[in-house]
């Protein structure tokens, strides 16, 4: 069973930073790209950053500059260091992954499969 466990959330005043982090764990042969998104109180779910396998970044633009996502392969963690928070960045982060799986009953791997974290909240005071 694959999990997905984010951490590092809390509260924060405008300009501060947090820094997030997400373990994947279980069963894990490789994970493609990790995202983290965000959904703030009555808004949709928005992209924040991407890494993928290879370390390629995006970021949505309101983050840009302010924003760092990066992953740890041997720990099979991603972290998103925030800085300079805004009031706006207040929403719980979430972190997703697109995960290959081993089974070792049938010696194979499989996938991949999409997965998400439970969420984190943030909350940035002004």
């Known amino acids: 069973q694959v999990q997905l466990v984010e951490s590092g959330g809390g509260l924060v005043q405008a300009g501060g930073s947090l820094r997030l982090s997400c373990a994947a764990s279980?069963?894990?042969?490789?994970?493609?790209?990790i995202n983290w998104y965000r959904q703030a109180p009555g808004k949709q779910r928005e992209l924040v950053a991407a890494?993928?396998?290879?370390?390629?970044?995006n970021y949505a633009d309101s983050v840009k500059g302010r924003f760092t996502i990066s992953r740890d392969n041997a720990k099979n963690t991603v972290y998103l260091q925030m800085n300079s928070l805004k009031p706006e960045d207040t929403a719980v982060y979430y972190c997703?992954?697109?995960?290959?799986?081993?089974?070792?009953?049938?010696?194979?791997?499989?996938?991949?499969?999409?997965?998400w974290g439970q969420g984190t909240l943030v909350t940035v005071s002004s």
């Open positions: 997703n992954a697109d995960i290959n799986s081993f089974n070792p009953g049938s010696w194979s791997v499989e996938g991949p499969l999409n997965y």
């Open positions: 890494i993928t396998s290879g370390g390629s970044t």
């Open positions: 279980g069963s894990i042969f490789s994970i493609n790209a």
